[in-house]
């Protein structure tokens, strides 16, 4: 797709507390892969779409929270990619819209919402949404349904390809943790290296058990929730304070939700003394910019400096 900046590059971050210790840090930028669809979104999304493609379907469903990058990314794709778009979201219809959905709107995403009760209950798959909300739609034949947060097996094969793409010394990888999709595929794709998955949920019963299993029996990978601020989407003057300074010294924004808890809690674990002289450390930018603006407060900060 000539519309996507794939390979993303990967930057040398010059300000960071290990580099007295001689730690070299890495970004690499899935943030700049697309406006609109960005970070470990597109990875996820791209599989799922081929799939779509190969099945014929018109219409890509999904579903999530009302700031979801993943419901902006799959209503952004849809539009560009030439299919129609619905999305099942998390709540009762709000008085106002969040930006979110007024962007996936503006791309011509159908929003269906569902009372949180009913949407907490369903298993992550959104085919029996359909059945319940949109009878109908004719379920199966014209639709393809991207589960929650992107998180399937082509989820995971898509984010293989992000360390595919970097030709470096890597001793240390670290990623922000929701679902845990784009550690698994960073994982495969490297096995031997040291990963390093900060969680953006408050503690690890919040993931699921087959995930924590998988982590579990991998002892190059580390979970950490001691960085997740309170928990998802929680944010607190520490951290965007943190947000802001890191993007006037190395002119990347990061977002309070995923990123910028991934890059806090490894410039904490740099102060501990966990890296040592000449460790090489890639930290992955998985995107997530567009959700700054439910953080009015941060968003004025960044993008009016
Ligand atoms: C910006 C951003 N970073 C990281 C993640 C976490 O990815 P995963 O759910 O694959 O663990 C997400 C959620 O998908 C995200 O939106």
Avoid at 91 to 101: F, I, Q, V, Y
Avoid at 200 to 221: D, G, N
Wanted: glycine share 10%; hydrophobic share 40%.
């Amino acid at each position: 797709m000539d519309f996507l900046e794939i390979p993303s590059r990967t930057d040398l971050i010059e300000f960071h507390p290990g580099v007295e210790l001689g730690v070299q840090l890495y970004l690499k930028r899935d943030d700049l892969i697309h406006p609109d669809i960005s970070g470990n979104k597109w990875r996820k999304l791209k599989f799922n779409i081929e799939e779509a493609k190969r099945r014929k379907a018109s219409t890509l469903i999904t579903a999530g929270g009302p700031w979801s990058n993943h419901l902006a990314a799959t209503a952004a794709s849809g539009r560009l990619l030439g299919f129609k778009t619905i999305g099942f979201i998390r709540g009762e219809e709000p008085n106002a819209w969040s930006d979110t959905l007024r962007f996936c709107k503006d791309q011509g995403m159908k929003l269906i919402f569902i009372p949180r009760k009913d949407f907490d209950q369903l298993p992550n798959s959104v085919s029996h949404l359909l059945l319940d909300y949109m009878p109908a739609l004719p379920a199966g034949r014209d639709a393809y349904f991207i589960p929650l947060g992107g998180e399937n097996e082509l989820g995971v094969e898509g984010c293989k390809e992000m360390m595919a793409e970097i030709n470096m010394k890597v001793d240390y990888i670290a990623l922000a943790v929701g679902t845990g999709t784009t550690m698994k595929g960073v994982a495969a794709s490297v096995p031997e290296k040291r990963i390093i998955g900060f969680s953006a949920l408050r503690e690890s019963t919040q993931h699921s058990a087959s995930f924590l299993h998988w982590v579990k029996e991998h002892p190059q990978l580390s979970l950490t929730h001691e960085y997740s601020f309170g928990g998802f989407a929680k944010s607190c003057p520490e951290l965007e304070n943190f947000i802001v300074e890191f993007h006037l010294q190395n002119k990347i924004r990061l977002d309070p939700v995923y990123t910028g808890k991934m890059m806090y809690g490894l410039f904490e674990m740099m102060k501990k003394g966990k890296f040592g002289k000449g460790d090489h450390i890639v930290a992955i930018h998985t995107g997530g910019l567009q959700g700054i603006k439910g953080f009015p407060d941060l968003h004025n900060r960044l993008f009016t400096s």
